[in-house]
């Protein structure tokens, strides 16, 4: 695993127990990983906000797999006592010297709506800011994705400014400062 992992305790909604312990990690996205990047692409409630066009898995090797400099991605990994299992994905880029913008979606629809996307973009950020100092980090969700929003303003990212897209859609730009109450410290 790259990075922090970190050990959480959340309730699993349907299960008999009030709680079980969940370990959330991070590892380089690999080649192997590209037939369950299809299938999460692929997922509803990943198509409807992130839909690069990515429908084959020659599509998903050639975008997921092109080494660029200022990008880097990662698989979240959930792990339980029951084992481990790949839940989601991660990247950043680098914008500029001072700001990191990040993505990411979780994959497993049984992991979403459980307060595991809130831990593991805390976790992402404990992992990625200290060898970056940046000044800001940003995401840019679709306006309408009020989970995604929802979850950010948790994390602590706040409404900067709406864009648009290349593609003409809207962004919904949030950041999340360094001098905001000693969020990126």
């Not at 980090?137 to 897209?165: L, M, Q, S």
Request: proline share 3%; hydrophobic share 40%; net charge negative.
């Amino acid at each position: 695993m790259v990075g922090l992992s970190q050990r959480f305790n959340l309730f699993i909604h349907g299960s008999t127990q009030r709680s079980e312990y969940l370990v959330l990690s991070f590892r380089p996205l690999r080649v192997n990983d590209f037939s369950l990047l299809l299938t999460w692409l692929s997922r509803k409630h990943v198509k409807q906000w992130w839909n690069d066009g990515d429908d084959t898995l020659e599509k998903v090797a050639l975008h997921y797999g092109t080494e660029e400099a200022d990008v880097a991605r990662f698989i979240l990994v959930q792990s339980t006592a029951s084992g481990e299992r790949p839940i989601g994905y991660f990247q950043y880029y680098i914008v500029s010297n001072e700001v990191i913008g990040i993505d990411q979606f979780i994959g497993e629809i049984d992991c979403i709506n459980q307060g595991i996307g809130t831990a593991a973009i805390q976790l992402f950020l404990k992992m990625i800011i200290p060898g970056h100092q940046p000044g800001q980090i940003i995401v840019d969700p679709h306006p309408e994705n009020k989970r995604a929003i929802r979850c950010y303003e948790k994390v602590g990212f706040v409404y900067y400014a709406t864009e648009r897209r290349e593609k003409g859609e809207s962004a919904y730009i949030m950041r999340l400062r360094n001098q905001d109450e000693g969020a990126l410290a």
